[in-house]
T-cell receptor
Framework: KAGVTQTPRYLIKTRGQQVTLSCSPISGHRSVSWYQQTPGQGLQFLFEYFSETQRNKGNFPGRFSGRQFSNSRSEMNVSTLELGDSALYLC?????????????FGPGTRLTVL | DAKTTQPTSMDCAEGRAANLPCNHSTISGNEYVYWYRQIHSQGPQYIIHGLKNNETNEMASLIITEDRKSSTLILPHATLRDTAVYYCILGNNAGNMLTFGGGTRLMVKP
């Protein structure tokens, strides 16, 4: 079974631009979560989608948004990029989004904001 | 607020057992303890999880104290490929959101 895939793997943007990242979960998985990882803050939860609905949200500004499609693929969008948005963005998928479900992480998208 | 506390770093000799502790004194009754690890430049990898009983799988064993305020991840025969940051996480009872703390950087040495 193929794992979680994320595209693109690397991205360079400038301040003020916007960016869209994509995540394809493991086949059959319906829940997708997004995380931001930076050296200073560690790994922080952004939001989780299940059946095309945002179910949980972390403490990030409204510039960070996402959506999930009917095939469970998910996109994350960051508008008006800031230098501090430079990070590794990880997505994880689980079967049904239950507490005991194992989260399987993708390789991440490394975003650099100049 | 940090819900788990782990040592920042640990060393282990190759072939020996690596015992990674985690304190979670404010754990609530329905929160699970999860362990993930992250090898440099890769996404986190699930290792094991448990509620109150000890658990074992092909990768590791998880020992949870009776009061559930702490746990230990045991890698029985550490190899150089086990060098990674190990995260002890409590499963959020509002869903499957994971809150990662600082983790323990385990260095396995030959």
């Amino acid at each position: 079974k193929a794992g979680v895939t994320q595209t693109p793997r690397y991205l360079i943007k400038t301040r003020g631009q916007q960016v869209t990242l994509s995540c394809s979960p493991i086949s059959g998985h319906r829940s997708v979560s997004w995380y931001q990882q930076t050296p200073g803050q560690g790994l922080q939860f952004l939001f989780e989608y299940f059946s095309e609905t945002q179910r949980n949200k972390g403490n990030f500004p409204g510039r960070f948004s996402g959506r999930q499609f009917s095939n469970s693929r998910s996109e994350m969008n960051v508008s008006t990029l800031e230098l501090g948005d430079s990070a590794l963005y990880l997505c994880a998928s689980t079967l049904d989004g239950h507490l005991t479900d194992t989260q399987y992480f993708g390789p991440g998208t490394r975003l650099t904001v100049l | 607020d940090a819900k788990t506390t782990q040592p920042t770093s640990m060393d282990c000799a190759e072939g020996r057992a690596a015992n990674l502790p985690c304190n979670h004194s404010t754990i609530s009754g329905n929160e699970y303890v999860y362990w993930y690890r992250q090898i440099h430049s890769q996404g986190p990898q699930y290792i094991i999880h448990g509620l109150k009983n000890n658990e074992t799988n092909e990768m590791a064993s998880l020992i949870i104290t009776e009061d559930r305020k702490s746990s230990t991840l045991i890698l029985p025969h550490a190899t150089l490929r086990d060098t990674a940051v190990y995260y002890c996480i409590l499963g959020n009872n509002a869903g499957n959101m994971l809150t990662f703390g600082g983790g323990t950087r385990l260095m396995v040495k030959p």
